[in-house]
Each structure stands twice: as C-alpha cells, then as structure tokens.
C-alpha cells in the first residue's frame, strides 16, 4: 500500500492544429537512437514504463508527428473531480500523446528557430 504522489493526479491534454505531411521518419530514428540514454537519466520516480525494443520492432507503437501549432493543458484530477479554474495551458515544442490502442504518438512543433540542442550527442 502507500500513498499516492499527486503527479499521478496530474492530467496531461495535447492539443495540437494544423497536422503536417512533413516525413518526421529521421526524427523517430533519432529518438530511437537515444531513448534508452534519456530513460537512464531519468530518475526512477520520473522514470516511465515504456519498452523501446517494442518501438523499434513494432513502429506502430511509437509515431512522431509534425504539427503547426502545439499546446499542453495540465490539471489536477482526484476521483474525476476537476476545476477549470486551475488548468495550466502553455504553448508547446513536444507532446505526448496515447491513443486509444495505447500507441504513443510524439507531437512536434515545427518550427526551426525554436529547436534546442542535442544534449545526448
């Protein structure tokens, strides 16, 4: 038993507009190149359950997408009691998504003068 931590309460939405056909397939590479470092670094109470070795067999389990615009809503949520008042909304360079099949779908903002640098090269 235990307590609960209340980031496990906290409810994330991506809201992404204007989907792009831009192939996103270097990217994903990429990522997937780096994953198992960034996973590492983490740690484990930030550390999420995911199985990479299932996206690189399985590439429906993991897609990156390029979107015009991105933001994230975040809010609090016990026992499906929630205030709009207190929802966070900020635009975005990524955001996760899952879908209804439990896919991940990485959502990115496209938008060069905004790109940071690659801390795991």
Not at 14 to 29: C, F, M, N, P, Y
Not at 85 to 91: A, I
Not at 105 to 112: R, T
Request: proline letters at 2%.
């Amino acid at each position: 038993m235990g307590a609960e931590t209340l980031s496990a309460h906290v409810v994330h939405v991506v809201d992404h507009e204007g989907t792009l056909s831009k192939d996103a397939a270097d990217l994903r590479t990429h990522i997937l190149e780096r994953v198992k470092i960034f996973l590492y670094d983490q740690d484990s109470s930030r550390r999420s359950k995911v199985n990479p070795t299932e996206w690189h067999n399985e590439p429906e389990k993991f897609a990156v997408k390029y979107c015009r615009n991105l933001q994230i809503t975040k809010y609090v949520e016990f026992r499906h009691i929630s205030e709009d008042r207190d929802r966070l909304r900020e635009k975005a360079l990524a955001g996760v998504e899952k879908t209804t099949e439990k896919n991940i779908v990485l959502w990115v903002k496209d938008d060069p003068s905004e790109s940071k640098r690659d801390w795991y090269e």
